[in-house]
């Protein structure tokens, strides 16, 4: 069924092109006008896939969310135990443009939650997932040893899950935190204070400098 | 000079009218004809102060972060060190309706301050605030020995900030979470993984059930 695939292929495309508008510009810089000029495709086009703003902003934010799956799905392939689950936690901080890209479409869809029940749904099984896979690995790390196995790992996956994407958001509004953070992951800090009575081995990164 | 009180007053009061609203019905709810209801001032009256919505917005997360502010300072003002840490901390959960409110007002402002200016640096300024009293509960405890005295301070702020925004924002999106977190704070249990080598006497919530 080649068509069905071809009209999943656009849609993506198109999501993506809305993804590298929010990146330069914002979300105020989406425009129909905008996306036919970064697709090269004539707006009537992109009207037959999307019927309105807020359906390429969707759009967005779905695919938004299957790139951060897939990348974490990555990193957590090629690596285990609390390395893993530093690396996955890290890799969600916007510290590039298309991260900042990421950063910026989901804030923009929190705050219309509050008004939209999809998106309220959308972002509820955007961070479910996110929960669920950091839990996975949160327990890989206790089979490891690495982890205190006592700890639920369910409610300390929510914790985490919470931090890395309240610390991302806080990056957006102060450049000198970004800064601090690109140089000095606070993550595997904290990771490393999950490891029950045992000497954390890992770099406690928010120690004070000698 | 009474006419300035009186001038500051009214404002201070229209802002609170403006969280009232979001209270009750998220921020699409606020325009000028309903903070006229909501006060029993008439329209002209309230621009007098305000000159547009975005002025009534602005005045209400100026407010938010105030009341903020005062309601930290009274809850450390009564208790010490980790204990005085982790319920000015619970403080900011979106557990009642007051903090709902605020939970939504400063979501939408952090999700506009992408495209303004003012706004991004109110938000930071809000957040350095924050920060800044919560590093200095840190040292506080740190001075009790109830915190590892090796750990900078600030950065712990920083990351137990960014930690609790997060979750407050998450639980705006699911009941469950906001369930959980009201039943059994995980604040706490962090903290007391802050503890350095000393054993945490204080609860670990985030332990499985027996």
Redesign the interface.
């Known amino acids: 069924m080649p068509k069905i695939v071809d009209h999943e292929e656009r849609r993506q495309e198109v999501a993506e092109a809305v993804l590298d508008i929010i990146a330069e510009g914002?979300?105020?810089a989406v425009t129909f006008r905008k996306v036919s000029k970064t697709t090269g495709w004539p707006v009537g086009a992109i009207n037959h896939y999307f019927v309105n703003r807020r359906d390429l902003l969707m759009a967005a934010l779905v695919r938004a969310a299957q790139l951060s799956a897939e990348r974490q799905l990555q990193v957590v392939g090629s690596r285990q135990g609390v390395d893993a689950l530093a690396t996955v936690l890290h890799e969600e901080l916007p510290l590039d443009r298309r991260r900042l890209a990421m950063s910026?479409v989901f804030?923009?869809f929190?705050?219309?939650?509050?008004?939209d029940t999809d998106i309220?749904r959308t972002?509820?099984s955007y961070?479910?997932r996110w929960r669920r896979q950091i839990s996975v690995v949160v327990s890989q790390a206790q089979a490891l040893g690495e982890i205190d196995p006592?700890?639920?790992s369910d409610?300390?996956a929510?914790?985490l899950?919470?931090?890395?994407?309240?610390?991302g958001?806080?990056m957006?509004?102060?450049d000198d935190?970004r800064r601090s953070v690109a140089r000095n992951s606070?993550i595997l800090g904290?990771i490393s204070?999950?490891s029950g009575g045992a000497a954390p081995a890992v770099l406690?990164?928010?120690?004070?400098p000698k």
Chains 1, 2 share one sequence.
């Open positions: 914002g979300v105020g910026r804030l923009f929190y705050a219309e939650a509050a008004a309220k972002i509820d961070l479910k006592l700890l639920d409610k300390v929510a914790d899950v919470a931090w890395v994407d309240g610390l958001q806080h957006l509004f102060n935190l606070p904290w204070r999950l406690v990164s928010a120690r004070k």
